[in-house]
C-alpha cells in the first residue's frame, strides 16, 4: 500500500536557519503530495502541494518539490522563524487509484529558538 | 475564513463506554472524513463520507465505529465500546469535492479512555 516516510524529530534550530525536512513516498498510482503543520494547540493545516511530477508547492516562504525520479518531496525554508515552530506533516492522496484519504508520515517538529 | 469544528475537545472516558464525536465541516463540503493519531503515532485515515454513505474505511474501523449526518450539518464519530487503545486525538476533516484535493482539519478531539 501507499505509504509516506518523513526524517524523526525533533529539530532545532536558531532564528535565520535554514531547514530540510526530508520525505520520500511509495504509492501505487500517481499521487498527490501535501505538507500539513500543526501549530501547539490547533488542527491541521494545510501548508502547501503538488499534484504532478516537477511540480513546485509554495507558501509563507516554505517550498517543496514533488520529484518523480527520487520519490521525494522534502520540504525546504530558507530562514526559519520562531514562529515557525510547528510539527509538519508530509502526506500523499491517490485519487488515481480511487482514493482521496490522506496517507501521512509520522510527523516532525521543529522547535525555531531565538 | 470558514473552518471546521469539533466538539469536545477533551473527552475522558471509562472503558466499554459509548462515545460520540462531532464534527461541524464547512457548509459547502461534500466530502467528510475521520482521522486518528495514537500520541507519537502516525495520523491514520478511518473512514470517508460522501452522499450519506461511508465511501472508504481502513481496517481500523471495524464494528465499534459508525459515522451519520443525523441532521444534515453534524458529522458524528461513535464509538459503541470504548478500549483502552481508543486511546488518540480524533480529527475530522473535510472536503468542498472537485480538483483542489484540499482537505481541512478541525482541532481535533482528544479521547482518553481509563
Known amino acids: 500500500g501507499d505509504s509516506v516516510t518523513q526524517m524523526e524529530g525533533p529539530v532545532t534550530l536558531s532564528e535565520e536557519a535554514f531547514l530540510t525536512i526530508n520525505c520520500t513516498y511509495t504509492?501505487?498510482?500517481?499521487?498527490?503530495l501535501f505538507w500539513y503543520v500543526q501549530y501547539p494547540g490547533e488542527g491541521l493545516q494545510l501548508l502547501l502541494k503538488?499534484?504532478?511530477?516537477?511540480d513546485k508547492g509554495s507558501n509563507k516562504g516554505f517550498e517543496a518539490t514533488y520529484r518523480k525520479e527520487t520519490t521525494s518531496f522534502h520540504l525546504e525554508k530558507g530562514s526559519v522563524q520562531v514562529s515557525d515552530s510547528a510539527v509538519y506533516f508530509c502526506?500523499?492522496?491517490?485519487?488515481?487509484?480511487?482514493?482521496?484519504?490522506?496517507?501521512f508520515g509520522k510527523g516532525t517538529k521543529l522547535s525555531v529558538i531565538p | 475564513e470558514p473552518e471546521v469544528t469539533q466538539t469536545p475537545s477533551h473527552q475522558v472516558t471509562q472503558m466499554g463506554q459509548e462515545v460520540i464525536l462531532r464534527c461541524v465541516p464547512i457548509?459547502?463540503?461534500?466530502?467528510f472524513y475521520w482521522y486518528r493519531q495514537i500520541l507519537g503515532q502516525k495520523v491514520e485515515f478511518l473512514v470517508s463520507?460522501?452522499?450519506?454513505?461511508?465511501?472508504?474505511k481502513s481496517e481500523i474501523f471495524d464494528d465499534q465505529f459508525s459515522v451519520e449526518r443525523p441532521d444534515g450539518s453534524n458529522f458524528t464519530l461513535k464509538i459503541r465500546s470504548t478500549k483502552l487503545e481508543d486511546s488518540a486525538m480524533y480529527f475530522c476533516?473535510?472536503?468542498?469535492?472537485?480538483?483542489?484535493?484540499?482537505?481541512?482539519f478541525g482541532p481535533g478531539t482528544r479521547l482518553l479512555v481509563l
Open positions: 502526506a500523499l492522496s491517490d485519487p488515481g487509484a480511487g482514493s482521496y484519504q490522506l496517507t
Open positions: 504509492a501505487t498510482g500517481y499521487p498527490s
Open positions: 503538488a499534484t504532478k511530477a516537477d
Open positions: 457548509s459547502n463540503h461534500l466530502y
Open positions: 463520507f460522501y452522499n450519506n454513505e461511508i465511501s472508504e
Open positions: 476533516a473535510t472536503y468542498e469535492g472537485g480538483i483542489q484535493e484540499t482537505q481541512y
